[in-house]
């Protein structure tokens, strides 16, 4: 579980709301939180960090992802992004399939903005047809 600054555990999409402020996008201005739940339960945060050479940056989705592998877990039981825009926004089609390879296809994806409409779709239904691991046996 993640901590907030005065060791407060905090939800999902708290997770999400807080290191959505650490994004470096100093070019579309356009923040993204992720946070992801794993197996364990514990959640694993990640933010955009644009860079000036497009498209070397790195999503939301794909840093809370690192974070959880470099911690040693590889399975996602939810994730929940969350972004300043009207509408809430789907996780790109890279990171669909990042999130795939770590979660199944029931993994519920909730996706947000900061004025707090959501949108929660399974990944199967963010990523009909998934390329999967089973695809590479003969």
Known sequence: MVLGALGVKMSLREA?????????APYSQFKVGAAIRSASGAIYVGCNVENVAYPEGTCAEAGAIAAMVAAGETAIS??????????????????????????????????????????????????????????MEE
């Not at 999400?16 to 470096?24: D, E, F, G």
């Not at 300043?84 to 390879?101: F, S």
């Not at 779709?121 to 999967?132: D, K, Q, R, V």
């Open 78 to 135: 939810e994730a929940y992004v969350i972004a300043g825009a009207a509408l809430p926004v789907t996780p790109c089609g890279g990171c669909r399939q990042k999130l795939a390879e770590f979660g199944d296809g029931a993994v519920p994806v909730t996706m947000a903005t900061t004025q707090g409409v959501e949108q929660v779709m399974t990944l199967a239904e963010l990523l009909p047809g998934t390329f999967s691991a089973s695809h």
């Open 16 to 24: 999400a709301k807080a290191v959505r402020l650490n994004a470096h």
